[in-house]
């Protein structure tokens, strides 16, 4: 596909942030392609014959950013999927970039993002949120080690690809902390101020 008949945005925010949530919310209301870089690289994880199984298995327990062409790939694959068989051609990219060679890689080869929402949650709350749904999740990374490794890596490879949108002018912030419903009341009126 050209990068010219799609439309993207990228949902970023730390680990519990309420990504996968508010784009469920944003799928209903304004009809994008929900696209959530995790449960794609879980799904290719568990794909029989796949190469990249242990390895990205390995990765998302450790909290670390898989190798970029394995999910800009993925990706990839997954729009173009989506455009052939549902004819969507507007997309939310949930949790990623969250590597700088990444956001390059993507922006370069596939299409350069509209904006960025980017939801802001204290960790506390982030935490306790995981640990809860830890509970029944079955995720590999929702338990306190993986939870502390994954902040770290928020903080220290995710968090400068915020800043370097932020200073294209093209990240959106919003407080997370507040009830789902609250939070997206505030993600509408943001989508406003973007021309949607
Ligand atoms: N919840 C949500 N909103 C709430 C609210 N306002 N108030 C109270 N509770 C709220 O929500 C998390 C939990 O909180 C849920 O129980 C929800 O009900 C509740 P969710 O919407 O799932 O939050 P989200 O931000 O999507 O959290 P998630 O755990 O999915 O975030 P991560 O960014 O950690 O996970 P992701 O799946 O994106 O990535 C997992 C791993 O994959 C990474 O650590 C990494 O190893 C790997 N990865 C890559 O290597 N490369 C990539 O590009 C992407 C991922
Ligand atoms: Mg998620």
Redesign the pocket.
Known sequence: FSPKDVGVIF?L????????????NLVREYGFKHL???????AEQERPGSQFGNM?KE??????????E??VQL?ENAMGEAIRTEGKKRFLI??????MD?ALKFEETVCPSQFTLF?D?PES??QE??L??GKT?G?A??NAE?IT??FR??IET?MPVVDFFEKQGKVVKIP????????FQDVETAMKTRGF
């Open positions: 949902v925010g730390g680990p519990g942030a309420g990504k996968g949530t508010q784009c469920a959530s870089a995790g449960d794609l690289l879980r990205i990765y998302i327990r450790e909290g670390k950013i898989v190798p970029m394995v999910t990706l949930d949790g990623f970039p969250r590597k990444q939801f949650c709350v982030m949120r995981l809860n749904r999740s995720r990374d929702d993986s490794k994954r890596t928020f995710s997370a902390i507040k009830t789902p419903e609250e939070v």
